[in-house]
């Protein structure tokens, strides 16, 4: 098998599906055939021209699951037949990676490094692909590919939430119930936690009150006020902002209890909110101010754990689209308040 039909980014509003040769399978790589991959926020703001950064043609593609149809002389762990998830490719005997610190140590290959046929990327929106063992996770026979895809954005969540150091029974309040939003929610709740979601729109708060959570409108009412009024006053242990807004930011120091409340700053955003705290502020009320970003590979085994155990982030998916619909997929993804949108390949 030497290509694959690939999903190449060249532009806003300008996708296009090429036929683009497989890189060489070498001792160390597994060839995947993939069954599904979603379109991550970083993805679809290329479409509709919110992201310039990212150099093009971009073969694009992170978030997808797939089956091993082979496996290079070196690999261990993974066979043919076996259902895989993407991770990060990271380099397994530098110093960061020998002592666990995979997110800061050097990557294999990034998602926007320039490959020998000229695109950028780490393609995975493709029939196949070719991938180092180093970055794939095994995901259970049962467990539907577009879901398994959610591997890095759920490992994500671990990574953040372990550094967060949640513990049973504190409550936790999430601000926003978008992908990143819902995710840290069921993570949490799944670590024992309790937790309270704040959000504006209508149909990310549905969503919140069909996994059941204790939900926060806040455009009908005043979420500092009502977290009180949940905690009895008490505040929240820690509030997550899985949302990227100044006004999201101000109020999770907000609803924190008086002294040791955290807080995981998890959305990035254009412009970036400001920390509205002068320090002495920070200093006699203990508080915690945490950043986040990407995973380690300790996250990533967690997260496949999560999968396969079959904690639900489910309605996380929005719809799925087949790769000859790849423009559709992508308008669907830029629609206001969508959710995660999957290409299916089969």
């Not at 300008?14 to 926020?41: F, G, M, W, Y």
């Not at 309270?196 to 409108?217: C, H, M, N, P, Q």
């Amino acid at each position: 098998m030497d290509f694959t039909k690939t999903a190449v980014l060249r532009g806003k509003e300008q996708v296009t599906l090429e036929q683009r040769r497989l890189p060489e399978l070498d001792e160390n790589s597994v060839l995947v055939k993939i069954h599904a991959c979603n379109i991550c926020t970083s993805e679809y703001g290329v479409y509709n021209g919110s992201r310039t950064s990212r150099p093009i043609p971009l073969v694009f593609g992170h978030e997808w699951s797939g089956e091993v149809l082979k496996a290079g002389t070196h690999v261990m762990g993974f066979k043919e037949g076996d259902m895989v998830a993407c991770g990060y490719e990271f380099d397994p005997y530098s110093p960061e990676s020998l002592e666990g610190r995979t997110s800061e140590c050097r990557h294999i290959k990034t998602a926007n490094d320039l490959n020998d046929d000229g695109y950028y990327g780490n393609a995975g929106c493709a029939e196949y692909a070719v991938k180092s063992q180093v970055g794939l996770y095994k995901i259970d026979q049962s467990v539907d590919p577009a879901v398994g895809g959610l591997l890095e954005p759920v490992a994500s969540v671990v990574y953040g939430l372990r550094k967060l150091h949640v513990e049973k029974n504190e409550t936790i309040v999430v601000i926003g119930a978008g992908t990143m939003g819902i995710i840290n929610a069921v993570t949490a709740r799944e670590y024992g936690c309790r937790v309270i979601i704040s959000e504006l729109l209508d149909k990310k708060l549905e969503t919140a009150r069909a996994y059941g959570f204790e939900v926060i409108d806040a455009k009908e009412m005043d979420p500092v006020k009502e977290v009180m009024r949940l905690t009895d006053n008490r505040g929240a242990d820690a509030v997550v902002v899985a949302v990227g807004a100044q006004a999201a930011t101000d109020q999770a120091f907000e609803m924190l209890k008086p002294k040791r409340g955290r807080v995981l700053l998890f959305a990035a955003a254009y412009p970036s909110p400001q920390i509205n705290l002068d320090v002495n502020t920070i200093h006699y009320r203990k508080l915690d101010i945490i950043g986040t970003f990407g995973a380690d590979h300790c996250d990533f085994t967690e997260a496949a754990r999560l999968i396969n155990k079959g904690v639900d982030y489910s309605r996380v998916i929005e719809c799925c689209y087949k790769l000859d619909q790849i423009d559709e997929a992508f308008q669907a993804a830029c629609a206001m308040g969508a959710y995660r949108v999957c290409v299916k390949m089969d």
